[in-house]
């Protein structure tokens, strides 16, 4: 049996469709393009912020949930870190940056009843993630930090919040003595494993453990692999990592879908013991795969109701001119696999690595396209609906539309600049959702400030120019109906 719930669902979070900024729906006319300020040119309000350049082109009206949720890069230009944009492309948050460590997976899940914010931070060792798993609520606020047991470190591919609040996370442990004559090492090589774990939210307590060499009720062997450990692959300074996990999903029956990709298999392993239930794809698969069923370096696997699974299929450079992201249905009586349907990027996408693929309420798609840095979202038959791309260097390991509504306990941020016999005023507010404009006071103290002026919200920073001289301004934020959400401390003109 294959269910399951998206984050969205879960909370309540419906599909209402691309708006401008005053939460009115937004004409899209074919091909519209919009894109989020150059990274070399900054924010006037938030010189700190320089997210790389995001280019949104839209075919006809956008539905769906409204914010792009990204993993910025940590390499290459602009900002590293998490990232929310609106479906037009312009930001609405950029999260600190990595100086000291990366950032990846950011994603809308729910825990306890409410939508959170939750992602991966660390470093990157022999190609996978050595961190911690990070709940955020909607002020931005660090509420928990998951750590692998035993050892371990928890991994960027998957942080996966159940329904039971608890966190099914993936980690990697090295094996010595491995024999990986069968795939080109040494007799007595290293290995990496792959590991899911799953940890009890509130306690931090660790619940259940699933090894793929180890496990006593269901070792994965070396052989089923499609990987090759030569090249000196297989040492403890290079271990040959044969099973490399990248996606855990629970299944209806309370067990555990584990995505392997260098197997090209999805495992469903029993909570209650650890054995393989049963593997779909690769060299060994249970099912019969019917016709563009087959997958291969796969990611992100979801189980939902009435037998349907979803993945992304990397494909394989050797024989595939583009990669997938499939719609399979699963019948576990007959054991075969059915493709439904593939959603293919127009122009020709090919992602060796990382991706995403997400259901939509209206039966669309959305495809974070990994290694290639570009999102799209299509319609239910499969055409492009919306199209986004990073500047050059930049990708996210997976991408995800989501509703969202972010409550910043800081300040709004202002900086002024004379302009005539007036002033102009630069206004943001970094990661706040509702503020459709803004109201501009000034005064000649900090204690004596009136209403100067006043303009609609205009991307991520707002420019309103004034008549007055101040010397101090202040900005304040309003919501769809004119009400206060925050005012920003007094600034003196520059």
Not at 96 to 101: I, L, N, V
Request: charged share 20%; aromatic share 8%; hydrophobic share 35%.
């Amino acid at each position: 049996m294959l269910a399951g719930t998206s984050a969205a669902s879960a909370a309540g979070l419906g599909a209402s469709g691309c708006q401008d900024i005053a939460g009115r729906r937004a004409g899209s006319p074919p091909a519209s393009r919009s894109s989020v300020r150059p990274a070399n040119e900054g924010f006037v309000s938030r010189p700190d912020l320089t997210p790389p350049r995001i280019t949104v082109r839209r075919h006809g009206h956008v539905g769906g949930p409204r914010y792009v949720f990204l993993n910025a890069p940590n390499s290459g230009p602009g900002h590293g870190g998490t990232m929310i944009l609106d479906c037009r492309g312009e930001l609405v948050w950029l999260g600190p940056d990595t100086a000291t460590h990366h950032k990846l997976d950011l994603d809308v899940q729910v825990l306890d009843g409410k939508p959170v914010l939750t992602w991966w931070q660390g470093e990157f060792v022999h190609g996978h993630g050595e961190g911690v798993a990070v709940i955020a609520d909607a002020s931005y606020r660090v509420r928990h930090v998951i750590r692998a047991h035993n050892g371990l470190m928890a991994d960027l591919h998957e942080f996966n919040i159940t329904p039971h609040g608890t966190a099914l996370i993936t980690a990697y442990r090295m094996h010595a003595n491995a024999d990986l004559r069968e795939r080109g090492g040494p007799a007595n090589g290293y290995l990496l494993s792959g590991v899911a774990q799953e940890i009890d939210i509130a306690t931090g307590e660790l619940l259940f453990e699933w090894d793929s060499y180890r496990h006593a009720h269901a070792p994965v062997p070396v052989g089923e692999t499609y990987e090759r450990a030569g090249d000196g692959y297989g040492t403890s300074a290079r271990p040959f990592d044969y099973f490399h996990i990248n996606s855990i999903a629970p299944d209806a029956d309370g067990d555990l879908l584990i995505s392997s990709r260098h197997t090209w298999t999805v495992y469903k392993v029993s909570k209650k013991n650890g054995s393989i239930v049963w593997r779909m794809g690769g060299k060994k698969s249970d099912f019969s795969m019917g016709p563009g069923s087959r997958f291969s370096w796969q990611h992100h696997a979801r189980a939902h109701s009435h037998g349907k699974l979803t993945v992304f299929d990397n494909g394989s450079p050797a024989k595939d001119k583009h990669s997938r992201a499939l719609i399979l249905h699963v019948d576990t009586a007959a054991m075969h696999v059915t493709l439904r349907r593939a959603y293919v990027h127009p122009g020709t996408v090919f992602a060796a690595t990382a991706g995403s693929a997400q259901t939509l309420p209206d039966g669309g798609m959305f495809v974070g396209w990994g290694a290639q840095p570009r999102f799209s979202q299509f319609l239910p038959d499969g055409r492009l609906l919306l199209d986004g791309t990073m500047e050059s260097g930049a990708q996210s390991y997976r991408a995800f539309a989501r509703e969202w509504k972010g409550h910043p306990t800081e300040r709004p941020s202002i900086a002024v600049r004379r302009a005539g016999g007036g002033a102009i005023i630069y206004a943001s507010w970094n990661g706040a959702t509702d503020v459709a404009s803004w109201t501009v006071f000034a005064g000649r103290s900090e204690g004596s400030l009136s209403t100067a002026g006043s303009g609609r919200r205009s991307g991520f920073e707002t420019q309103i120019g004034v008549r007055s001289t101040g010397p101090y301004f202040a900005a304040q934020a309003n919501d769809a109906f004119g009400r206060p959400l925050a005012t920003s401390l007094p600034v003196m003109i520059a």
